[in-house]
């Protein structure tokens, strides 16, 4: 049973182009969430989607960001017109439901870099 | 005032040794506590969970919570270098979906 997947591992944009991260769930997790990690500081929720809805993107960035669950595929954290400031790792979780005691799995991440 | 504290360490210690890590918060409607394990370049994973107040063990771990002093504690007995990498603690309310997490603090068991 594979894990959370989360591809590319690594990412190197230059700034104004777009980033896109991409997040294949646990077999069975309809829930997923992503974070990000900026060095010496803790993960910082993003966004919690379920399958073809948003349910809480209150730590999203309000411009440039978006993320979509789509019924078929992974889901895919958007990020237009990057800026240094967004070089982070940006991992993925995702839990079989909402609830607060189902455990989150966690992807690998993806690795960033704005030059 | 950030919402969890966390010590980011570094932290070292011999093998073998009892290792004490903590976090305090703000939110007195946090309920759900999480202690997280991350190895370099490697995602979280879950190492305990506790529910409001309370001590939970589990082999070597033990996580407790203290919501009155709003303080969240893990032991790790009999240290081993492989229990060298970053622990991160993390919680939530009942209410909204956001996970809350610590800083982490770097822990290094020397052999």
């Known amino acids: 049973n594979a894990g959370v997947m989360q591809n590319p591992r690594h990412l190197v944009r230059r700034r104004g182009q777009e980033a896109r991260l991409r997040c294949s769930p646990m077999k069975g997790h309809s829930h997923v969430y992503w974070y990000r990690q900026l060095p010496e500081e803790g993960l910082k929720f993003m966004v919690y989607?379920?399958?073809?809805?948003?349910?809480?993107e209150s730590g999203m960035p309000k411009e440039r960001f978006s993320a979509e669950f789509p019924k078929e595929g992974p889901s895919i954290l958007r990020i237009q017109q990057v800026v240094r400031g967004d070089s982070a790792a940006y991992f993925c979780a995702s839990s079989q439901s909402g609830l607060k005691n189902n455990e989150q799995f966690f992807g690998p991440g993806t690795r960033l870099t704005v030059l | 005032q950030k919402e969890v504290e966390q010590d980011p360490g570094p932290l070292s210690v011999p093998e073998g040794a009892i290792v004490s890590l903590n976090c305090t918060y703000s939110?007195?409607?946090?309920?759900?506590f999480m202690w997280y394990r991350q190895y370099s370049r490697k995602g979280p994973e879950l190492l305990m969970y506790?529910?409001?107040?309370g001590n939970k063990e589990d082999g070597r771990f033990t996580a407790q919570v203290d919501k009155s002093s709003k303080y969240i504690s893990l032991f790790i007995r009999d240290s081993q270098p492989s229990d060298s990498a970053t622990y991160l603690c993390a919680m939530s309310s009942n209410t909204g979906n956001q996970f809350y997490f610590g800083t982490g603090t770097s822990l290094t068991v020397i052999p």
């Open positions: 506790t529910y409001s107040s």
């Open positions: 989607l379920q399958k073809e809805n948003i349910i809480d």
């Open positions: 939110n007195s409607a946090f309920q759900y």
